[in-house]
């Protein structure tokens, strides 16, 4: 993993490669039921969809997390310290991680996204912004790995992951990737994490199938994508978003139902779709405070602190690493 400079940014490319989409789509469509992971909404398109989502009223994680960075800046500075390197796995536009920036004046920034265009688009607009900060972009699929290409050793390293994205990780899945956030920081390191809260399902539901349908959109443009870069035959028109709260699993499901019978090809293989079989093309658990708290626990990081909305809508935690169990 090499560097390449462009416009005062640092960046790494450590990008997957095709074979490893298309190797999950294919695996993932001959699996029953079928199934695609999250992840691979992120292409160029599906990342501005993406920040489309996070305006829309009916998306409460952004703006109340947005709020809490605000409300609570200098209480997090307190936390954290000064002059750290601050790592963001799943770094989109960057936008939260700018209510962080005058507070904490970290000593460098290390942006990760799976979109190479987007991320060299988000940091470069950064780095011109805060002209004073040192920023390493990385490419990489973070969920598979936490690749530091800049990593002083004695630099007290703290992890930015807000939004909702742990939510995403099946909770054996999120234990792993907390280890691998754990490992990356080292003792002594931190984590400010985004943890979407359980509440009303109908706050839920409203959140994941906004009027504008830009979520139904987002969730279709992986046909698109699975179209443009593995030759694939869906027609979008056919298959229709569905989203809905599975109380019982204390999860948000996303799916993409067909709305006939019929058989798509992808990369010169058939799949055989029934009438209102759907592709499961994310998960986005919920938790209470306590529940995330001993999650997170079983990964080495203990909870220091844990702000929250008046409504209890979504909390902002910061953890510290006392074992790392990479």
């Given at each position: 993993m090499s560097p390449s400079t462009a416009n005062s940014v640092q960046f790494y490319d450590a990008h997957p490669p095709p074979t490893d989409f298309y190797a999950e789509v294919i695996k993932g469509l001959h699996a029953s039921p079928k199934q695609i992971p999250p992840k691979f909404f992120y292409d160029e398109t599906g990342s501005r969809l993406f920040d489309a989502i996070c305006d829309c009223p009916e998306y409460y994680p952004t703006r109340t997390e947005m709020l809490l960075l605000e409300r609570h800046a200098t209480e997090i500075r307190n936390l954290i310290g000064e002059d750290c390197l601050l790592i963001e796995p799943g770094s989109g536009s960057s936008q939260k991680v700018r209510l962080l920036l005058d507070a904490l004046q970290p000593a460098a920034y290390q942006p990760m996204?799976?979109?190479?265009?987007?991320?060299?688009?988000?940091?470069?607009?950064?780095?011109?912004?805060?002209?004073?900060?040192?920023?390493?972009?990385?490419?990489?699929?973070?969920?598979?790995?936490?690749?530091?290409?800049?990593?002083?050793?004695?630099?007290?390293?703290?992890?930015?992951?807000?939004?909702?994205?742990?939510?995403?990780?099946?909770?054996?899945?999120?234990?792993?990737?907390?280890?691998?956030?754990?490992?990356?920081?080292?003792?002594?390191?931190?984590?400010?994490?985004?943890?979407?809260?359980?509440?009303?399902?109908?706050?839920?539901?409203?959140?994941?199938?906004?009027?504008?349908?830009?979520?139904?959109?987002?969730?279709?443009?992986?046909?698109?994508?699975?179209?443009?870069?593995?030759?694939?035959?869906?027609?979008?028109?056919?298959?229709?978003?569905?989203?809905?709260?599975?109380?019982?699993?204390?999860?948000?499901?996303?799916?993409?139902?067909?709305?006939?019978?019929?058989?798509?090809s992808v990369a010169q293989q058939a799949f055989r779709f029934e009438c209102d079989e759907s592709i499961h093309t994310e998960c986005s658990y919920k938790y209470t405070i306590g529940e995330f708290a001993r999650l997170a626990g079983k990964s080495g990081l203990q909870l220091q602190q844990a702000w929250t909305d008046e409504q209890n809508l979504f909390s902002l935690q910061f953890y510290q690493v006392t074992t790392t169990r990479a």
């Open positions: 996204d799976i979109s190479r265009r987007y991320l060299i688009e988000a940091a470069q607009n950064l780095a011109a912004d805060y002209p004073w900060l040192d920023v390493y972009a990385v490419c990489s699929d973070f969920t598979s790995e936490l690749p530091l290409p800049f990593s002083p050793p004695h630099r007290h390293k703290v992890a930015f992951f807000p939004g909702s994205s742990i939510g995403n990780f099946e909770p054996v899945d999120a234990v792993r990737f907390l280890q691998r956030i754990a490992a990356a920081v080292g003792p002594g390191g931190g984590l400010l994490i985004g943890v979407d809260l359980k509440k009303d399902p109908q706050i839920l539901h409203d959140a994941y199938n906004d009027a504008a349908g830009i979520t139904a959109d987002f969730n279709l443009n992986l046909l698109t994508r699975i179209n443009r870069e593995l030759d694939g035959e869906f027609d979008p028109a056919t298959f229709r978003h569905h989203a809905f709260y599975n109380e019982a699993l204390g999860r948000i499901e996303m799916h993409l139902h067909s709305k006939t019978h019929q058989t798509v």
